[in-house]
């Protein structure tokens, strides 16, 4: 049976049915991760001795593959970082133990950008991984290989996390399911941290439907993380069952759409649009003229939270101690985290001390928040009378490995367009919306839809809806079959 080809929703439905067994689909994805992971150099690390999840439970015991910054009690989680390499945590994230309790099993740690700063994939202390729809073409970062494994069918989803876009845009590259929920439904302890503000665990999965089923799983207050909101967003199944949008307005920011955008993904998202209109959706222009102003605040505001979270890693207690000779704790500190550190984590972690230096902090951190709050507001203005917003996710197709990397500002450029709701703690969706061909290969385009806080539900309706009539994400990329 070629569950790869098959939702989490199908596969647990054929477990339920006895039409297969837990032990059956766990062995295929197994067989199917040593006979590709060589090709996409996915998995940092493969749980061959996996313990087995119930399959009387929710999830059916059905494999997932897991970022590797969730921390999994005996498991190795580094986080593709030099730094944590030889980590092992005592404990779980709270997540982790949410799925585990619905019947997950975890095959193992997909690779990833060092500590989850990278636009690119390309970051990762282990090498890079490569986007199964091209040749030597990027999957997209931080959860890149999160989404490279579900696109090429060696897992039939996987956990990310998203600070700025590391759901959104490698789901998209990768022609899969990114969702990123509002900042607070999901717990983040036990992640390894980047931005504390900004971080938010998400899934990668095949359909909306199936995103919808693990977030139903994951989200709810934890006494052990204060920023949880209170309470459970229990799915609402009948959201599933509308066909048309003829009851929501669909904005469209004009800012999304003006220098940058290429032309293949500027037609393939204006059909997005025609798309929702023949759905019913009425579709509305909007200026989100704070927009502009959102890269800028974001490298200041990230970079000093990164700053303070990397400097826990130091060596000393865990993780990567150099065998350099030292004349003082400064000298030794330097050593460990220079050869332990990558040049983005550096750049980021150097940036953001100088923003939070004396002298700097007023004219750099304290105006980048101030603009962030007037983000927040602009949108919180813009959702008294919108039900979603449509936008493309990034400007262009994924392109080659290292064309863009000895350019950080480039790199930083691509993210123009999922910042924004990463500022204002918005739930983000992005789902296939048709292929472009560039240079002989198919490469996937994609529609990014936003809505308010804490309206995830009426976001996955507009999601799956969108999905079920347009149908791209049911193509996969070839070599790959069984």
């Known amino acids: ?62 494999p997932l593959g897991v970022k590797d910054i969730f921390c999994e009690k005996g498991i190795p989680t580094t986080a593709a970082s030099k730094i944590l390499a030889d980590f092992v945590p005592p404990y779980n994230s709270t997540v982790i133990n949410r799925l585990q309790e619905a019947g997950m099993t975890s095959v193992g740690k997909l690779n990833m950008d060092d500590t989850a700063m990278g636009t690119t994939g390309e970051n990762s202390a282990f090498g890079p991984t490569i986007n199964p729809w091209g040749t030597n073409r990027i999957p997209g970062g931080s959860s890149s290989w999160s989404a490279a494994a579900v696109a090429a069918g060696l897992v039939p989803a996987a956990l990310g996390t998203d600070t ?29 941290p980047m931005a504390s503000s900004f971080d938010c ?7 909306v439907k199936d995103a919808a089923l693990l977030y139903d799983i994951m989200n709810g207050e934890d006494i052990l993380e204060n920023t949880t909101y209170k309470g459970k967003d229990s799915i609402d199944s009948t959201i599933f069952n509308k066909k048309d949008m003829s009851w929501i307005k669909v904005w469209v920011p004009k800012q999304y759409f003006e220098e940058g955008l290429d032309d293949d993904v500027r037609k393939k998202i204006e059909a997005s649009i025609e798309k929702c209109r023949e759905l019913g959706a009425e579709i509305v222009d909007v200026s ?14 990230v970079p000093a939270e990164v700053s303070t979270n990397v400097g826990r890693l130091d060596g000393i207690r865990y993780g990567h101690n150099s065998t350099e000779a030292y004349a003082s704790m400064d000298e030794l500190y330097m050593n460990n985290r220079g050869e332990g550190l990558g040049k983005e984590v550096q750049r980021r972690s150097i940036v953001g001390a100088y923003v939070l230096s004396a002298g700097f902090y007023d004219a750099y951190f304290k105006k980048a928040s101030q603009v962030r709050t007037k983000i927040i507001n602009e949108f919180n203005d813009v959702f008294n009378s919108v039900d979603v917003l449509l936008t493309p996710p990034t400007p262009s197709a994924a392109w080659k490995l290292g064309e863009k990397s000895e350019d950080p500002l480039k790199l930083y450029l691509a993210d123009a367009y999922t910042i924004p709701a990463s500022l204002a703690g ?33 976001l996955l309706q507009v ?20």
């Open 426 to 458: 918005l739930p983000g969706i992005s789902v296939p919306a048709g292929f472009v061909e560039q240079e002989g290969e198919t490469l996937p385009i994609w529609v990014q839809f936003l809505a308010n806080t804490k309206q995830e539900q009426k």
């Open 288 to 301: 989100l003229p704070m927009t502009k102003y959102a890269i800028a605040a974001y490298y200041i505001i």
């Open 201 to 207: 665990p998400g899934t990668i999965t095949k359909t």
């Open 164 to 192: 700025g876009w590391s759901l959104r845009q490698p789901a998209s590259m990768c022609n899969v399911v990114g969702f990123r929920p509002s900042y607070g439904r999901n717990s983040r302890y036990g992640i390894v």
């Open 463 to 482: 999601a799956h809806i969108f999905e079920q009539a347009t149908g791209y994400g049911k193509q996969n990329p070839v070599g790959f079959e069984d």
């Open 1 to 62: 049976m070629n569950f790869k080809d098959l939702s989490l929703e199908e596969i647990i439905a054929k477990i339920k049915s006895w039409a297969t067994t837990s032990v059956e689909v766990k062995d295929y994805f197994m067989g199917r991760i040593e006979k590709f992971d060589w090709d996409l150099n996915s998995f940092n690390f493969v749980n061959n001795e996996v313990e087995l999840g119930n399959s009387e439970w929710i999830l059916a015991g059905i």
